[in-house]
């Protein structure tokens, strides 16, 4: 043996137990030894022969790995799936969840809505960061420990259905119909608990009180037949032309009032809007309107044009 294969030996029992290095160094030498004469007795000479046999055998981390039964990944196919569920659920509402109740918090006692806006999302993100970390953390040590998680053996009644040709599926559905649900309650609830108190302690609506006597109920309505819409489309399955119609028919229908009574200075409360100094400037009421006009804009004709092209693309 050449000093090439003492010094992958040696590598690959530096990284295995102590107690196993001497039967292992016997057996993998052995096999080292029993490879290179193979390749001999083809016709290459014992260098050429020996470097093949070590190259064909690789990293010998790896190969020690092998040998201690030691995992060189941080989360094994065991147990990948059950992280991958969990942590799929975790962040799909945690992080926005606490943001959202940390950014109104700051809102509402530290009176600068900009700033609270920043603190809920780096709140957001930190959540996430923090999710990821112990729940990979907690499944490598399981992994390390052979921890049993006890789950019920796949069955083939688990297949899900065949939905080849479907484009709105039942989770895309609930997701809107839960948010179109969220915002129908909270503009009746705002009025009376929007978590705002004027300088007496009172509640202090966001939206102007006024707008009660016509466009808020109108909203709402068209809110509503949106879930109906949602509803139709997963009866469907795809988008057609009657949908995409009426799709956008109920997005300028919700837009454009909302986009008037923004322009107009009509959309928020007077009081809510006097509370906040900020906001109470001219400039900054404008360019938040600004924003909130653009966005809304965007979101209107995005959503229309990809429910077009996904109709188009189901007629060819």
Known sequence: MTSLTDRYLAATLRAVPAARREEIAIELRGSIEDMIDGRRAEGRDAETAEREVLTELGNPTQLAARYADRRLQLIGPAYYLAWEKLMKLLLSFVPALVGVIVGLLEATD????????????STALMAAIQIAFWVTLVFAVLERTNTS????????????EDHTNRQITLVDTAAAIGWLVLVIAYL??????SFVPSADGENLPILDPAL??????????VLVLNVGLEIAKYRAGRWTWPLVGANAVLNLAFAVPVIWLISTDRLLNPDFVNRWE?????????????VAIVGTVLIVLWDVIDSARKAYANRH
Do not use: C, K, Y
Not at 188 to 193: A, D, N, T
Not at 213 to 220: A, E, G
């Open 149 to 160: 998680l006890n789950l019920p053996a796949w069955t083939v009644d688990q297949l899900p």
């Open 188 to 193: 009746p609830i705002q009025h009376f608990r």
């Open 278 to 290: 900020w906001l109470s400037r001219e400039e900054n009421l404008n360019n938040l309107g600004t």
């Open 110 to 121: 530290g009176g600068n809505p900009g700033g609270a806006i920043g603190e809920g999302i």
């Open 212 to 221: 009660w006597s016509f466009w808020l109920p109108f909203l709402m309505a």
